[in-house]
């Protein structure tokens, strides 16, 4: 079976902080992983996707990783704000255009002034 | 662009009622999909389309949902009868094969919190 994992379910970090999500995936054979962001009752805001053949995709302040071997995936955020909190969900799409979306259940993030 | 649409934002109603819940993908998009989410299960595949044909209702929970995509800019999710558990917020995405954009990456909608009582 696919399944997402996502370590940690919540982090709390002061303002200024670089961090680290995980994201961990049990078949290796994606098509493509993507970041999303969710606000409170909002929808998924597309952050980064990172096709099978890259390694990392840059963003801003964000920076996401891929590694296939290990079924691994990080999300770095560098000097982080209280606008970033958020939960932070990792997808792996296995199938392309043919393909969904499996998610983890996310990293809820806040950040303290 | 418009980006995803969804309809309506907002649905409570009573158990037994037919629900139906309304998408509008990014125009130029040929894959549209239908999620899920619940605080216990997190966000879940129910269908999706490719080229309006659907292609995977693995996770349609049972044959009380159901869902129609008569052209490539609008597909219904229905309920019907509705039930306590169905209560979730549904979301709608779509993606491309083509350019622009990185392939296959799925924009979402504002998703439909739906409450049955």
């Known amino acids: 079976k696919q399944e997402v994992t996502q370590i940690p379910a919540a982090l709390s970090v002061p303002e200024g902080e670089n961090l680290v999500l995980n994201c961990s995936f049990t078949?290796?054979?994606?098509?493509?992983l993507q970041w999303f962001r969710q606000d409170p009752g909002k929808g998924l805001t597309s952050l980064l996707l990172i096709q099978s053949s890259q390694r990392e995709q840059t963003s801003g302040r964000l920076n996401a990783s891929l590694d296939k071997s290990s079924g691994r995936s990080t999300l770095y955020i560098a000097a982080s704000q209280p606008g970033d909190s958020a939960t932070y969900l990792c997808?792996?799409?296995?199938?392309?255009?043919?393909?969904?979306?499996?998610f983890g259940k996310g990293t809820k993030l806040s950040v303290k002034p | 662009d418009a980006g995803v649409i969804q309809s309506p934002r907002h649905e409570v109603t009573e158990m037994g009622q037919e629900v139906t819940l309304r998408c509008k993908p990014i125009?130029?998009?040929?894959?549209l999909f239908w999620y899920r989410q619940t605080m216990m299960r997190g966000l879940e595949l129910l269908i999706y389309?490719?080229?309006?044909?659907?292609?995977?209702d693995s996770g349609m929970p049972e044959d009380r949902f159901s869902a129609k995509m008569p052209n490539a800019s609008f597909s219904t999710l229905k309920i019907q009868p509705s039930e306590p558990r169905d209560s979730a917020v549904y979301f709608c995405a779509s993606s491309s094969n083509g350019p622009p954009g990185p392939l296959y990456e799925q924009y979402f909608g504002p998703g439909t919190r739906l409450t049955v009582t």
């Open positions: 125009s130029g998009h040929n894959s």
């Open positions: 389309f490719n080229n309006n044909v659907p292609i995977d």
């Open positions: 078949d290796s054979a994606i098509y493509n």
């Open positions: 997808a792996v799409n296995y199938g392309g255009s043919q393909g969904n979306l499996i």
